[in-house]
């Protein structure tokens, strides 16, 4: 009699379609951040395989794990995903980077969060923008700069102690703040409707130059940040409470455009 070799595994989804339904789980919003269990329901997968496939999709780059969340990571997002989205924020935030800068003279960003890093997306300035040492595609640590930390306040808590705990405990290296006085600034933040502020302080520790800047998040439909706008300049130049509401503006009106 001959005996079957097909056993349960075979009769399954093979281990690519199994990723593939992980990965199509992030495919509506990919900027979504997503617990287990809502990719096992989506990818309708068993609890135990998802995680074990999502740990290997973690090491490999393919998604990025903060706290309790998944999210696409560098190479998902490399693929096509990281280049449509930036493409959609950037279309979305020209004409308000570009407003923002005329009315105020000053420099304006447009920067991303990946992981714990701000990238630059944009920069938008006069003569004053070639002095500053922001690039387009350059990365900074986000609890750095005004407009990472405008990004960390809509982040869950456990999601910043994740990315940045290990980092903020060492002694050296953390341009004055440790995990505490973080959390106390994105507090901050998010009672002042999301406007992150640097008065000069924390660009003259981190870059050695006093400049004055003003940030606000663009978010997504489940309120999750996307990108930030943020004005800059010298500090005989920032009136911070004029731009205050024309840099909440310019990133609602951003979100708008976006959903």
């Known amino acids: 009699m001959a005996v079957s070799t097909q056993g349960p595994e075979l009769t399954g989804p093979s281990m690519v379609e ?3 339904l992980i990965l199509d789980a992030f495919e509506q919003r990919p900027t979504s951040r997503l617990n287990l269990d809502q990719i096992a329901t989506r990818a309708h997968l068993p609890r135990s395989t998802t995680h074990r496939i999502l740990g290997q999709l973690v090491g490999l780059q393919w ?12 190479r998902a997002l490399r693929l096509g995903g990281q280049d449509g989205l930036h493409s959609q924020v950037r279309q979305a935030a020209a004409d308000h980077l570009h407003r923002l800068h005329l009315r105020t003279g000053l420099v304006v960003h447009l920067a991303v969060l990946q992981g714990a ?8 300035g006069g003569p004053f923008a070639a002095t ?3 690039k387009v595609g350059s990365r900074h640590v986000a609890y750095q700069t005004t407009g990472g930390r405008a990004m960390l306040a809509w982040l869950p808590p456990e999601d910043v102690d994740s990315l940045f705990g290990k980092r903020l405990a060492r002694s050296s290296g953390t341009a004055g703040w440790d995990l505490t006085s973080l959390h106390r600034e994105l507090a901050r933040i998010r009672r002042e409707h999301g406007v992150s502020i640097d008065r000069g302080d924390q660009t003259r520790t981190f870059v050695g130059i006093a400049l004055p800047s003003v940030a606000a998040a663009v978010r997504d439909a489940d309120g999750r940040p996307v990108a930030a706008i943020c004005v800059c300049g010298a500090a005989d130049s920032v009136q911070i409470e004029g731009l205050v509401p024309l840099v909440a503006d310019a990133a609602a009106q951003t979100t708008a455009m976006l959903r």
């Open 132 to 134: 500053l040492p922001s």
């Open 63 to 74: 998604l990025e794990y903060t706290g309790t969340q998944y999210s696409l990571g560098r």
């Open 117 to 124: 890093d701000e990238i630059f997306l944009d920069k938008v």
């Open 18 to 20: 199994r990723v593939t």
